[in-house]
T-cell receptor, first 112, second 115 residues
């Protein structure tokens, strides 16, 4: 119940296209869902996060869609750019949790 | 603004040797501190977390240990490294006031190779 399942493992998108990464969880006590972006050799950087009281959050070209009943959330990258090529991790943290539980990551490649 | 530092950036150590990785945070007080390990092709695994000086909780039993000698300093250690200890070690912090804050911010990481 503590797992966060992420898919796909890798993704290739054309420049200007939409990148979509999905995550699913089981523990209904989770109440914070961040996405991190990681470039090779660097630490993950917080990209955007959402709480279950909203179904969507948008920051620039990045949007999180959240489906509480399905226990799923996804990251949409609009107008994908080569600079978006990185590994993306979803995560979850509940109020009583001690830290973040991460998905296994999605490697995104945006071709020009 | 807050800044998190880790050193060394890379480290190559023989099996059986000791280890000491250091993490420091600037620009905040009483942060919650975390050590994660990232293996190739896998997510981040929480190793230790700390809510205050001298307070360490372990998530995964192994030959690693952690210490927090000062408010903004977190150290990861081992007496004898194993081949399986190779990986990318990440320190993170979050705002704390004796509890847990959701937003975590990561350092640049240390790449450890055990030969």
């Amino acid at each position: 119940q503590q797992q966060v399942k992420q898919s796909p493992q890798s993704l290739i998108v054309q420049k200007g296209g939409i990148s979509i990464i999905n995550c699913a969880y089981e523990n209904t006590a989770f109440d914070y869902f961040p996405w991190y972006q990681q470039f090779p050799g660097k630490g993950p950087a917080l990209l955007i996060a959402i709480r279950p009281d909203v179904s969507e959050k948008k920051e620039g070209r990045f949007t999180i869609s959240f489906n509480k009943s399905a226990k799923q959330f996804s990251l949409h990258i609009m107008d994908s750019q080569p600079g978006d090529s990185a590994t993306y991790f979803c995560a979850a943290n509940n109020q009583a949790g001690t830290a973040l539980i991460f998905g296994k990551g999605t490697t995104l490649s945006v071709s020009s | 603004s807050q800044t998190i530092h880790q050193w060394p950036a890379t480290l190559v150590q023989p099996v059986g040797s000791p280890l000491s990785l250091e993490c420091t945070v600037e620009g905040t007080s009483n942060p919650n501190l975390y050590w994660y390990r990232q293996a190739a092709g896998r997510g981040l695994q929480l190793l230790f977390y700390s809510v205050g000086i001298g307070q360490i909780s372990s998530e995964v039993p192994q030959n690693l240990s952690a210490s927090r000698p000062q408010d903004r300093q977190f150290i990861l250690s081992s007496k004898k490294l194993l081949l399986s200890d190779s990986g990318f070690y990440l320190c993170a912090w979050s705002v704390g006031w004796g509890g847990f804050s959701n937003e975590q911010f990561f350092g640049p990481g240390t790449r450890l190779t055990v030969l």
